[in-house]
């Protein structure tokens, strides 16, 4: 039989140095797992902010590309080719004044407004887009079409202040379209001259980049692709898509009317025909040469939202312009999008 004192001897536990072995292992291994654990949020809050710029690009070319193949689209009106004569209606229009959005429906020469417009980087930005804290050499675009979903003009109220575009399928109507508020004067019919004509709420989006998406306080420093609206008889201004910083736009002309775009151009408002294009179908008149513009090849610079750490800092990008954009110098993470963009109800009359 074991003595009392070895039984004891043996049940006297760890000792310190094994105490001290074992602490020292566990928090090799807890500083392991901590690490890790840090190398696994790093990575995924590094992923997630890639993801978001990756979507705002995305999302500013899906809206550029609903928007513009709905440019130049005013209902059931399909005038072809040389028949309507184009107008550039000032994109600071509000609309108080009928004839200053562009529309004319006297018989021999009707007038509507081309589909798209544009401002050049360095040209003088409209007072309605520079007053929007507009980056000072944001490129602009306009877009001008009516809404997809027209209204029975009895339903428009007295006293509206919508402008609406109504089309005559009626051969005894003296005038192939009206441009009015007054729902008295929406008064064109149907094929049977009989059924009243659906009319169709005008609608006016210019794009441009701002230093800010919310611009109060003096700015959050994010820059922003915004448009200003001209919808419901009123105007407004918001933010579409936030970290975005620069546009470029580029737009194809048809200039031997056959449908597709023949070159594609910084700005079709020079007076003279640029390298890219022969001077055959190139008008010194602005409007004419934006009535030919088929397509759109839209480039987005997107920011962002937040220092990066390790970014190429010599990197520079490609925005479709004579020299490329950057470097930049300030952490951020930038990518460029891109996107050619046709315009159906201009380049399918020609076609």
């Given amino acids: 039989?074991?003595?009392?004192?070895?039984?004891?001897?043996?049940?006297?536990?760890?000792?310190?140095?094994?105490?001290?072995?074992?602490?020292?292992?566990?928090?090799?291994?807890?500083?392991?797992?901590?690490?890790?654990?840090?190398?696994?949020?790093?990575?995924?809050?590094?992923?997630?902010?890639?993801?978001?710029?990756?979507?705002?690009?995305?999302?500013?070319?899906?809206l550029f590309a609903e928007d513009i193949a709905m440019a130049g689209f005013f209902g059931k009106y399909h005038p072809g080719v040389g028949i309507a004569v184009p107008t550039l209606p000032d994109p600071c229009s509000t609309g108080s004044v009928l004839s200053e959005l562009g529309f004319n429906n006297a018989l021999i020469d009707p007038q509507l407004p081309v589909a798209v417009a544009g401002y050049a980087s360095g040209t003088t930005l409209p007072t309605c887009i520079s007053s929007e804290s507009a980056v000072a050499n944001s490129e602009v675009l306009v877009v001008h079409r009516v809404a997809p979903s027209p209204i029975l003009p009895s339903t428009v109220l007295t006293g509206n202040t919508v402008p609406y575009f109504q089309v005559s399928?009626?051969?005894?109507?003296?005038?192939?379209?009206?441009?009015?508020?007054d729902p008295s004067n929406l008064t064109l019919k149907e094929q049977d001259c009989l059924t009243e004509a659906e009319v169709w709420p005008y609608q006016v989006r210019s794009y441009f980049i701002a230093h800010c998406e919310d611009c109060s306080n003096g700015g959050d420093g994010k820059p922003s692709l915004k448009v200003r609206e001209y919808m419901g008889g009123s105007t407004t201004t918001h933010a579409l898509v936030s970290g975005v910083e620069d546009m470029?736009?580029?737009?194809?002309?048809?200039?031997?009317?056959?449908?597709?775009?023949?070159?594609?151009?910084?700005?079709?408002?020079?007076?003279?025909?640029?390298?890219?294009?022969?001077?055959a179908g190139w008008s010194v008149a602005d409007a004419e040469n934006w009535e030919d513009v088929v397509a759109v090849r839209v480039y987005l610079l997107v920011r962002g939202s937040e220092v990066a750490g390790a970014v190429n800092n010599s990197k520079t990008f490609d925005m479709g312009r004579a020299s490329r954009v950057g470097p930049f110098t300030d952490g951020f993470k930038r990518q460029v999008y891109s996107s050619v963009i046709t315009i159906p109800n201009v380049a399918g009359a020609r076609e």
Avoid: W
């Avoid at 399928?169 to 508020?181: E, L, R, W």
């Avoid at 048809?254 to 079709?268: A, K, R, S």
């Fill in 1 to 62: 039989m074991m003595s009392f004192k070895s039984s004891l001897a043996r049940s006297r536990g760890l000792s310190l140095v094994e105490i001290l072995i074992s602490l020292s292992l566990g928090a090799f291994m807890l500083i392991g797992i901590i690490s890790l654990i840090a190398s696994v949020s790093s990575t995924r809050q590094a992923l997630t902010k890639t993801s978001e710029q990756i979507e705002n690009g995305r999302y500013a070319l899906q």
């Fill in 169 to 181: 399928d009626c051969s005894s109507n003296a005038t192939a379209f009206v441009f009015d508020k």
């Fill in 248 to 279: 470029h736009f580029s737009y194809g002309l048809d200039l031997n009317l056959d449908g597709g775009p023949d070159c594609y151009v910084d700005d079709p408002s020079a007076d003279v025909a640029p390298a890219s294009c022969t001077t």
